[in-house]
């Protein structure tokens, strides 16, 4: 069931997640699209989540983002389109490099593989900032078997701070170690499922990422008889058309309905770019997603040495790192 609307402010808006933006022109959502935008949501009982480019939108646009409860999206940095005094009301900065300081109340960062692992000491670092750390492995399509040991080692490293930090009495949120910790069920990206986006041409598209791919004219891999880069699956005018909509559910995902790597996004736009299945992820995805999984089970461990830390939360020991690989015996 829907529960959020992205709206794309501009062609240029901030990426947030593995896909980056490669649109450069400005192409401002026109205003009246917008209103549109804004009244689908209130009929639909839809949070509406703005994401920005980084530039200062018009005037006009304020009064219209602020008619209704909304949480915004920046690039760190960004000079916001209504003023700010309070820092935590921004609700979400985007960073593709470390930031020295953290104003919003959550931190996306956006790094390669190698980036991360040489910006790892200054990655930990941010964990004493308050802000939530959202970790956004760009270029997973390219984890290869022989960095697994390596992840394993700083995924490690980094739950030796966090440890330290609880046993200061601090709670740091960490989105590859400490949400599978407080998680009872997958708690994936559902793009498409319970959130849509509205690009600023008046369509709709699963995420943002597939609004990229069709203004840079990226092959439909799911349209086999018809090549086509049209990803929409409706505009503002006739409504919402997901061409067979139980196939993004979590019920309909072999692989992933019995999985309990529950912090694992599941990241639809990847798995159609790796397996040509929006609802099947890539090895590189599960791999990743049971080494994350795994530090913090050892996390979880280790915290209860020194305190009664949720006690209700079982992370059982498994002997695999990609589910595809368990055979059933018959």
Known sequence: MLQYLVILLDDTS???????????????????????????????????????????LPTAYAEVIESIDNVKIYPIGCKPVTSIEDGNDIDVEVANDVPEKVEAKNLVLRLTFSEMLKQKNEIAKLFVLGARVNLCIIDVEQFAEE??????????????????????????????????????KMHNCEAGVNNITLAPNGKFYLCPAFYYDEQMKVFNQLNHHNPSSDNSVGDLEKGLDIPNPQLLHLDHAPLCRNCDAYQCRRCIWLNRRLTWDLNTPSRQQCVMAH?????????LNDIRKVSKFMPEIDIKEINYLDPFEVRKEF
Not at 30 to 49: A, C, D
Not at 291 to 299: D, G, V
């Open 291 to 299: 080494i994350e999984r795994n530090a913090s089970r050892a996390l």
């Open 147 to 184: 960095q697994i040991e390596t992840y394993k080692q700083v995924l490690n490293e980094w739950n030796t701070t966090l440890l330290n930090l609880y046993k200061q009495g601090k709670s740091p949120q960490f989105n590859l170690l400490t949400d599978r910790i407080m998680l009872e």
């Open 14 to 56: 901030v990426a947030y997640c593995h896909a980056d933006n490669p649109l450069k022109e400005h192409n401002l959502t026109p205003l009246e699209t917008l209103k549109k935008g804004i009244l689908f949501g209130m009929k639909q009982n839809l949070m509406i989540q703005y994401v920005f480019p980084n530039y200062e």
